[in-house]
Each structure stands twice: as C-alpha cells, then as structure tokens.
C-alpha cells in the first residue's frame, strides 16, 4: 500500500474542523497561527524534499547541507505553533478533561449567592 503524501492544506482543515469541533469556532485571534503553520509546514516539506535531492551534505565541500539547520529551527517553530493551539498530546495532556469547574460555586460562596 502507498504512503499517502502529507498535505499542509489538508491538515490546516482538519485542524480548523477539530477547533470548531471544540470551541464551535475558529476564534479570531488564533487565525495568524494557524496560517504560519501551514505556511511552516509546507516549508517544511520543500525543505525536506530538497535535502533528499541534494543530501546532507554538499558532495564538493563535504559540509553539512545548510537546509539542516533551516529544517531544525522550523521543526521547533511548528512545535511551539501546535502546542499554543493545544494539538499536542503534551498539551492535551495539560487539559484537565471531566474535571468540575468550581469557579462559579466559589464566586457564589463569597458572594452569598449560595442558593443560585
């Protein structure tokens, strides 16, 4: 069976479909991130697809490719980008899922609205 080629677009959608899945909106402020991240994501293919054209390193300098270090910064940017929208399994660890929110209660208790 073949691979199926990792699509940026593709992924932004399903990204967006699972936000509004969860929030019921795309919120407006989080519209620039998910933007860089597609845009991230399909510099990360290019950048990958060139360095398995041309190789890690340069056949007549015998340096390291200078993509590398490119591909390990975008790496960390596309990271840092999925964890602020919370599509990490690190940052949905960090959710607390089923857990009663207590706040109401606790500004009713020291109001004196205990009865609400």
């Known amino acids: 069976m073949a691979k199926k080629k990792f699509k940026a677009a593709e992924y932004i959608e399903a990204v967006k479909a699972y936000i509004i899945k969860k929030y019921g909106e795309v919120p407006t402020e989080w519209e620039a991130i998910i933007l860089m991240l597609g845009d991230n994501l399909e510099l990360y293919k290019d950048i990958v697809d060139t360095i398995k054209q041309t190789g890690i390193y340069d056949k007549s300098t015998g340096k390291k ?25 690190y940052a949905v660890s960090k959710i607390k899922i089923g857990e009663d929110d207590s706040t109401d209660d606790y500004i009713n208790m020291l109001t004196g609205d205990d009865d609400k």
């Open 65 to 89: 490719n200078e993509l590398l270090s490119t591909l390990k910064d975008l790496q960390a940017s596309i990271m840092r980008q999925i964890q602020h929208i919370g599509l990490s399994p």
